[in-house]
């Protein structure tokens, strides 16, 4: 089933998210193809870390294509100037297109997703739905001013923005497209459950990580931590993740009901402060 939930045309959001496996069929590898200007870029990333081993375990493909390779003149030309004058240079509509084509081609179910500060914001959900849905996706990666507007009209299914900044180009946005959703794949991770846990994933923030040495510059762990106790120190967990995410995100539980279990945690969190500043 095709998605949509960005149409460039109308600049509005519409659509559902589906999965597009029922429960206990396998899952097949999630295709990830980058059209760019500076394939290499992208081929350096996917050649480490938890990209690398999704990779090599044939859970995600990631192929970059060099949008130059289709160009026809001598100087393998992929911008020109703008109609109706102004600075900058804008991607030429010809190879880019033709790119799109064969990627299309080669992957005719794919999504294709244009990076673009103008799109919608990517956040932890929408990396979510998009390894659910486990659409191959076609990333066009700009540069210059950006891509000229019959191509993002005719051929481009979905606009992404990493955030409310202009960088140079899409090649930093694929890849964090790319590293995010291949996180959420699951096998990916080789822990199934350390993605669940992570940052956003349950509407707060993490709790914090310790490790050896027991003492760091005269600083302990926590004794909860080394006390073996998983009852106390799941406990524990909770209640730091409540807390860091009520200092610093607070935004993320004030716009979510938050479980009975929080509630709990919270509330006991709550007691001990008014226990440290009773008079
Ligand atoms: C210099 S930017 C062009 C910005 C464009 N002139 C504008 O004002 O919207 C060049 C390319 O970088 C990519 N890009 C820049 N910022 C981005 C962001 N926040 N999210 C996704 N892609 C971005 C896009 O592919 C864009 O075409």
Redesign the pocket.
């Known amino acids: 089933m095709k998605l949509k939930f960005f149409s460039p045309a109308t600049g509005g959001a519409c659509g559902i998210f589906e999965p597009a496996r029922k429960a206990g069929q396998k899952r097949r590898a999630m295709n990830f193809t980058v059209l760019t200007i500076f394939p290499e870029m992208v081929d350096a990333f996917s050649q480490h870390g938890i990209v690398r081993r999704a990779v090599e375990s044939g859970t995600i493909s990631c192929r970059t294509v060099d949008i130059r390779d289709y160009t026809k003149d001598r100087h393998r030309t992929v911008d020109d100037r703008p109609y109706g004058g102004g600075s ?1 240079m804008v ?1 030429k509509p010809e190879p880019l297109a033709a790119a799109i084509r064969d990627a299309r081609n080669a992957y005719p179910s794919a999504r294709t997703v ?6 919608r914001g ?1 956040t932890q959900e929408a990396a979510r739905h998009l390894a659910d849905a486990a659409e191959d996706l076609i990333l ?8 000229d507007e019959r191509v993002c009209q005719g051929l481009i299914d979905d606009e ?15 890849m964090i497209v790319i590293d995010a959703v291949t996180r959420l794949i699951p096998g990916a991770l080789g822990g199934e459950d350390s993605a669940e846990k992570e940052t956003f994933v349950q509407g707060r923030i993490e709790h914090a990580h310790y490790t050896r040495p027991p003492v760091f510059e005269g600083e302990p762990v926590p004794e909860v931590l080394v006390s073996g106790n998983h009852a106390r120190i799941e406990a524990w967990r909770l209640e730091t993740s409540l807390v860091r995410t009520l200092l610093k995100r607070p935004d993320l539980l004030l716009e979510r009901a938050l479980t009975p279990e929080e509630k709990k945690a919270l509330k006991a969190w709550c007691r001990k402060v008014e226990t440290l500043v009773a008079d």
């Open positions: 900058g991607m244009l990076l673009t500060p103008q799109g990517f066009v990666c700009g540069r210059y001013e950006g891509i992404i923005s990493v955030g409310d900044y202009v960088l140079s180009g899409g090649e930093v946005p694929a």
